[in-house]
């Protein structure tokens, strides 16, 4: 399998922090900086011919800011991965992932209102899927597009965004005007468009949808936790690593006792919201 995973550039200053390990992707016209990656990822699938024998992955200038991950990490990993795979998740904000049962009902606590609006999306198109019920974790979830995948997974992005880039570019719909509003984002309030933020979290949707097999590049022992939701202490550590086991098992094998113990362990990890 070869390794084209790109990385995007939007300037002379982002392009000078790239890791030489990776593809550099050029952005710097980034017509359309209000859908962030979105727009180039989106814009590359749709003008190349995806190789089969390839894995694809498309991450930002700020990967190794968040993840202390080197090109030449993500790369001695993909050799190791079993060709079966479909994808490989990278567990940036893993203590999310893991602490939450899907990265909707995350999104809501930072931006509210995301669940509703990207249900109502997904009922528009006729995806079925219920939001509420998603489990959620490391192999199937992703923050920032942190992922690395076969065409066969790029090809299902990228028929989720284009239907999903089209409503919204219509417009004409109060949801349509929903997605493309503003909410908070970080210290920033009201600055980042919702879209943003749902488009984010379709990983977790064709992931789980379409049984894709995946495999986890985890970071979970070596990443902080985030202070702001969570106290960095080795027994949190610990529970929330058992939320994400939890979960995972349960998607695998369809055993409730292992979502009940999930909540479970949840109830009993310390929080600051």
């Known amino acids: 399998m070869r390794h084209l995973v790109y990385q995007i550039y939007y300037d002379e200053k982002s392009r ?12 710097t016209e980034n017509r359309r900086p209000d859908w962030y990656e979105l727009w ?7 003008n190349t011919e995806l190789l089969d024998d390839a894995w ?45 049962l899907n990265s909707f009902e995350q999104g ?13 999306f997904f009922d528009l198109i006729g995806l079925e899927t219920d939001l509420a019920k998603l489990v959620g974790h490391s192999g199937n979830s992703v923050f920032c597009n942190f992922i690395i995948a076969k065409p066969v997974y ?25 997605l493309g509003g503003t909410t908070s984002y970080g210290s920033v309030r009201h600055q980042t468009p919702m879209k943003t933020f749902v488009q984010e979290r379709f990983p977790s949707v064709i992931l ?24 960095e202490h ?25 979502l009940n113990a999930y909540w479970k362990v949840r109830s009993l990890i310390p929080k600051k919201f």
């Open 56 to 100: 694809y992955g498309f991450l930002s200038p700020k990967f190794y800011a968040k993840t202390r991950l080197r090109a030449n990490d993500v790369h001695e990993f993909l050799k190791k991965v079993d060709l079966s795979a479909d994808a490989v998740t990278i567990s940036y904000s893993w203590e999310q992932i893991a602490y939450f």
């Open 208 to 231: 789980t949808k379409n049984r894709f097999r995946t495999e986890v590049l985890d970071i979970s022992h070596v990443q902080p936790v985030f202070g702001r939701l969570f106290q």
């Open 154 to 178: 790029w090809k299902k992005w990228l028929e989720m965004v284009v239907a999903f880039f089209d409503f919204v570019e219509k417009g004409g719909s109060a949801l349509a005007r929903e």
């Open 16 to 27: 000078n922090s790239l890791d030489s390990g990776f593809v550099p992707l050029n952005n």
């Open 234 to 258: 080795p027994r949190t550590r610990r529970l929330l690593q058992t939320c994400d086991a939890l979960k995972r098992e349960y998607s695998e094998s369809g055993d409730a006792d292992l």
């Open 108 to 120: 809501d606590l930072f931006h509210p209102g995301i669940t509703k609006v990207s249900q109502q």
């Open 40 to 46: 180039v990822i989106k814009n590359f699938l749709e």
